[in-house]
């Protein structure tokens, strides 16, 4: 693909006008190509799904992360002959934004066309900061683009008929398939039923639905396609996604969600993106916004695959939050990391991670294996158990909303932070959502929160292989609990595929010295890992130790990994579900 290609030999102006309108035109054909690339790529989804071809649909989602740059780098391309010496004048880009700027002005996606725009200039002028006057930020991708009466909603409304099963088949009809449903009357009777039981929920009061809005573009990701929207009756609203998936050439509906949680778990920050055709971003955005009004825009933006945007929006936001706050960044809270410095602000629910220039023994990484591990978790299926951490360069805060502790601990990290005498200068930063220890909320939590949060260590941790990932360090220390108490996986340096270790029994002790030794008595590979060891090192005692062998035991054996190793290795792709399994319809396999 080049994104160069489609740009059109342009005679080189005379005026700054002239250029300044002629490489705002150079741009904005780049944009309009990217964006077909997209949403060519977001199309192909349906057809994915409806053969079956999950590695095709994860070989797409890997392209589309990088189509944008393709296409970025072919726009620069274009344009340095043709700005010639003036390519860093940024007087001149400041003319260019302006034409840009009018170009934008009526465009169903405006705001991913300024995010664009500004991907540019930093490509020209490495911005450190915000450069306000060749950059779109803030207030600028607020705006709206402009609708016409004639403009449709982001949705269609279904009105409640006769009957719940009639508004179900009604949105189950919704998605237009090329393959037929395996028993629509079926669903639909099912669906309904699931209806009428939340209908009656406490919070909603038993009031009759009257009417579905769905979005009209369907959501794929991994093995499952999504009805989104949400059920109306007069000013209440409640959230509506049905879950379908393809069983042997025939759609069924595999599950229900009604409540913001379960579909803010959907969206998570800690699942890969969605592959939707979107032709207005902005509305869909905010329609989902009204159903999980807790949620960033930025986490939004990024779930639907934006997350150039997402990260634009996210750092407006951060600024926005330190004009109205006054507190420090700080350490954060749990073990102190080896290889990163870890800190936050304690009144804004993300951390900052940059890597230190030195690791101490016994880590045997370099920078480079921990960019590596980051970029893997980019691209890789993160199934509802790896943070999704957002890559940051160039960002600039004063200096004096750091804590003392935390600029001592920054100066060990000189080639992600710079420092000047008014600034601090994060040259190379990941941006996460703030989660609590694992280790830290096991102390705080009561017995039974406490069981439940260490049998879903254990279920993460085989979530995680399941998507053919190793944790490398299972210390409770590097998994951390959400806000709906889930436990995810957050530390990556030691991470790998799991098809690329190499799982073996525990040698017996050959004397009673080999047994009394401090030293293994055995010969230990680069890639060796010995799962029965796991269980020294989980740092559980007592009732909590019993709960997690009792439930994953078979974690600690050699055979568990060696099972799911030659299932990956055949072929075999695992999905792992962000609904409970209560929430499946019962005509359907556990």
Same mark, same amino acid.
């Given at each position: 693909?080049?994104?160069a290609?489609h740009l059109?030999a342009?005679p080189?102006?005379?005026?700054v006008?002239?250029?300044?309108h002629e490489?705002a035109?150079?741009?904005w054909?780049?944009f309009?190509?990217?964006?077909?690339?997209?949403?060519?790529l977001?199309?192909?989804?349906?057809q994915?799904f409806e053969?079956?071809?999950?590695?095709?649909?994860?070989?797409?989602?890997v392209e589309?992360?990088?189509?944008r740059?393709?296409y970025?780098?072919?726009?620069?391309?274009?344009l340095?002959?043709?700005i010639?010496?003036?390519?860093?004048n940024?007087?001149?880009?400041?003319y260019?934004?302006?034409?840009?700027?009018e170009?934008?002005q009526s465009?169903?996606?405006a705001?991913?066309?300024?995010?664009?725009?500004?991907?540019?200039?930093?490509?020209?002028?490495?911005?450190?900061?915000?450069?306000?006057?060749?950059?779109?930020?803030g207030?600028?991708?607020?705006?709206?683009?402009?609708?016409?009466?004639?403009?449709?909603?982001p949705y269609?409304t279904?009105?409640?008929?006769e009957?719940?099963t009639?508004l179900?088949r009604t949105?189950?009809?919704?998605?237009?398939?090329?393959?037929?449903?395996?028993d629509l009357e079926r669903?639909?009777?099912?669906i309904?039923r699931?209806?009428?039981?939340?209908?009656?929920?406490e919070?909603?009061?038993?009031?009759?639905?009257?009417a579905?809005?769905?979005?009209?573009p369907i959501f794929?990701?991994n093995?499952?396609?999504?009805?989104?929207?949400?059920l109306r009756?007069g000013?209440?609203?409640?959230p509506?996604?049905i879950?379908l998936?393809?069983?042997g050439g025939?759609?069924?509906a595999?599950a *229900?969600?009604? +409540?913001?949680?379960?579909?803010s /778990? !959907?969206f998570?920050?800690? #699942?890969?993106? %969605?592959?939707?055709?979107?032709?207005?971003?902005?509305?869909?955005?905010?329609f989902?916004?009204s159903?999980m009004p807790w949620k960033?825009?930025?986490?939004?933006?990024i779930s639907?695959?934006?997350?150039?945007?997402?990260?634009a929006?996210?750092?407006?936001d951060l600024?926005?939050h330190?004009?109205?706050?006054?507190?420090?960044?700080v350490?954060?809270?749990?073990d102190?990391?080896?290889?990163? *410095?870890v800190? +936050?602000?304690?009144s804004?629910? /993300? !951390?900052f991670?940059?890597? #230190?220039d030195? %690791?101490?023994p016994?880590?045997?990484?370099t920078?480079?294996?921990?960019l590596a591990?980051?970029?893997l978790v980019f691209?890789?299926?993160?199934?509802?158990r790896?943070?999704?951490?957002?890559?940051f360069?160039?960002?600039?805060?004063e200096r004096?909303r750091?804590?003392?502790?935390?600029?001592?601990e920054l100066?060990?990290?000189?080639?992600s932070v710079d420092f000047?005498?008014r600034?601090?200068v994060?040259?190379?930063?990941?941006v996460?959502?703030?989660v609590?220890?694992?280790?830290l909320y096991?102390r705080?939590?009561?017995p039974?929160?406490?069981?439940?949060?260490?049998?879903?260590?254990?279920q993460?941790?085989?979530?995680?292989?399941?998507t053919?990932?190793f944790?490398g360090?299972?210390?409770?220390?590097?998994?951390g609990?959400t806000?709906h108490?889930?436990?995810?996986?957050?530390?990556?340096?030691?991470?790998?595929?799991?098809t690329d270790?190499?799982f073996?029994?525990?040698p017996?002790?050959s004397?009673y010295d080999d047994?009394m030794s401090?030293?293994p008595?055995?010969?230990?590979g680069e890639?060796?890992?010995?799962p029965?060891?796991?269980?020294?090192?989980l740092?559980?005692?007592?009732e909590?130790?019993?709960?997690?062998?009792?439930?994953?035991?078979d974690?600690?054996?050699?055979r568990?990994w060696?099972?799911m190793q030659?299932r990956h290795?055949?072929?075999?792709?695992?999905e792992?579900p962000?609904?409970?399994a209560?929430?499946?319809?019962?005509?359907?396999e556990?």
């Amino acid at each position: 693909m080049n994104g160069a290609a489609h740009l059109d030999a342009l005679p080189l102006p005379t005026t700054v006008s002239e250029l300044a309108h002629e490489c705002a035109c150079a741009i904005w054909q780049s944009f309009g190509g990217y964006r077909a690339a997209l949403r060519g790529l977001m199309r192909r989804a349906q057809q994915r799904f409806e053969q079956q071809d999950w590695r095709g649909l994860h070989a797409d989602a890997v392209e589309r992360l990088n189509v944008r740059e393709i296409y970025i780098q072919g726009a620069l391309q274009h344009l340095r002959p043709l700005i010639g010496e003036r390519f860093r004048n940024r007087n001149l880009w400041r003319y260019v934004k302006h034409a840009y700027a009018e170009l934008c002005q009526s465009h169903p996606a405006a705001e991913i066309a300024k995010t664009y725009f500004t991907s540019v200039t930093r490509r020209v002028f490495d911005t450190v900061g915000i450069d306000v006057p060749i950059e779109f930020q803030g207030a600028d991708l607020e705006t709206p683009p402009t609708f016409t009466a004639n403009d449709q909603p982001p949705y269609i409304t279904y009105v409640a008929g006769e009957s719940l099963t009639a508004l179900a088949r009604t949105c189950l009809q919704h998605a237009r398939f090329r393959i037929p449903y395996e028993d629509l009357e079926r669903d639909a009777a099912l669906i309904a039923r699931v209806l009428e039981r939340e209908r009656r929920r406490e919070d909603w009061g038993g009031r009759p639905f009257e009417a579905a809005d769905l979005l009209r573009p369907i959501f794929y990701r991994n093995q499952a396609a999504y009805l989104v929207g949400r059920l109306r009756s007069g000013e209440c609203a409640m959230p509506l996604i049905i879950v379908l998936r393809n069983r042997g050439g025939r759609v069924a509906a595999d599950a *229900v969600l009604l +409540t913001e949680d379960e579909v803010s /778990i !959907v969206f998570s920050y800690t #699942r890969s993106y %969605f592959h939707v055709d979107l032709e207005r971003p902005r509305q869909v955005v905010e329609f989902l916004k009204s159903l999980m009004p807790w949620k960033r825009l930025a986490e939004l933006y990024i779930s639907l695959g934006y997350n150039r945007h997402g990260k634009a929006e996210l750092y407006w936001d951060l600024l926005q939050h330190l004009e109205r706050s006054d507190d420090r960044f700080v350490i954060a809270p749990g073990d102190r990391g080896m290889v990163m *410095v870890v800190f +936050t602000l304690p009144s804004y629910d /993300i !951390v900052f991670k940059v890597i #230190r220039d030195h %690791f101490a023994p016994p880590k045997m990484t370099t920078r480079r294996d921990v960019l590596a591990k980051y970029d893997l978790v980019f691209q890789h299926d993160r199934a509802g158990r790896l943070v999704d951490a957002q890559e940051f360069r160039h960002l600039t805060f004063e200096r004096e909303r750091f804590a003392p502790d935390l600029l001592a601990e920054l100066a060990t990290a000189t080639e992600s932070v710079d420092f000047t005498d008014r600034d601090v200068v994060l040259k190379h930063v990941y941006v996460e959502r703030r989660v609590k220890p694992l280790n830290l909320y096991l102390r705080e939590a009561s017995p039974e929160e406490a069981r439940d949060a260490v049998l879903d260590y254990g279920q993460a941790i085989k979530d995680l292989a399941a998507t053919n990932i190793f944790p490398g360090d299972l210390l409770l220390k590097n998994f951390g609990v959400t806000r709906h108490k889930r436990v995810i996986f957050y530390d990556y340096d030691e991470l790998t595929m799991l098809t690329d270790c190499n799982f073996r029994d525990l040698p017996p002790p050959s004397s009673y010295d080999d047994e009394m030794s401090a030293e293994p008595w055995y010969y230990v590979g680069e890639k060796d890992i010995f799962p029965e060891e796991f269980g020294n090192f989980l740092g559980l005692t007592g009732e909590l130790r019993r709960a997690f062998l009792e439930a994953h035991g078979d974690l600690l054996t050699p055979r568990f990994w060696r099972d799911m190793q030659a299932r990956h290795r055949a072929g075999e792709v695992l999905e792992i579900p962000p609904y409970r399994a209560s929430r499946r319809l019962n005509a359907h396999e556990p």
